[in-house]
């Protein structure tokens, strides 16, 4: 009888390291230092007929200058159009942004029209490399009939090197991070007046 209950507690011990290994390792991976140069999309959230601005956000590595950077951000167009992009403050002296959208057809199986927004990102001086950080915010119009959701912003982008000849990044090496816009329900603001005589 007490070799059977130290067999089960030799197991469930077993069971609960294993358990914690696992745990710990899938941690360690989603809280990893990068091993290439980065590009995110943030996280935003809005409602019907506002206006949203997503962080598009660059980490570079050691050993590594970016130049430029190109990079086509999808979203659907029945719920989002693109209104402008906007230099990050803290960087705005030191690159050069240019951005345009245009329609696509077979966007998704959900989304059978939408846009491609075309970005490219360069740094102002052929000497300096593109700083880390946020590089610019992308501002979108939500719809006015648009449903909460979660609105996926997919990326694809390369990027140059400052190195003589500049040399080519693209994924794997370069890791690219998709964004989202959760869009909620407008609020609702309700007024008291009083009028006196």
Not at 76 to 95: A, D, H, N
Not at 149 to 178: C, F, H, M, N, S
């Amino acid at each position: 009888m007490g070799s059977r209950i130290r067999s089960a507690s030799h197991f469930f011990l077993a069971l609960l390291l294993g358990i914690g290994i696992r745990v710990g390792w899938a941690q360690a991976q989603a809280t990893r230092a990068p091993t290439g140069p980065r590009l995110s999309l943030g996280i935003s959230s809005g409602a019907s007929e506002v206006e949203v601005e997503v962080p598009l956000t660059f980490t570079p590595v050691r050993g590594m200058e970016a130049g430029r950077i190109e990079a086509q951000i999808t979203f659907p167009s029945r719920t989002l159009s693109f209104l402008k992009v906007t230099g990050y403050l803290l960087s705005q002296q030191e690159i050069k942004i240019e951005a345009k959208a245009r329609e696509v057809k077979g966007h998704s199986e959900d989304s059978p029209t939408g846009s491609v927004l075309e970005i490219s990102v360069e740094s102002a001086s052929s000497n300096k490399p593109l700083p880390g950080g946020v590089l610019a915010n992308l501002v979108f119009t939500v719809a006015k009939d648009a449903q909460p959701e979660v609105v996926a912003l997919g990326i694809q982008a390369k990027l140059w090197t400052l190195t003589d000849p500049p040399r080519e990044i693209k994924p794997p090496e370069l890791e690219l991070y998709e964004g989202r816009i959760n869009l909620q329900e407008p609020r609702v603001f309700f007024g008291c007046f009083f009028y006196m005589h």
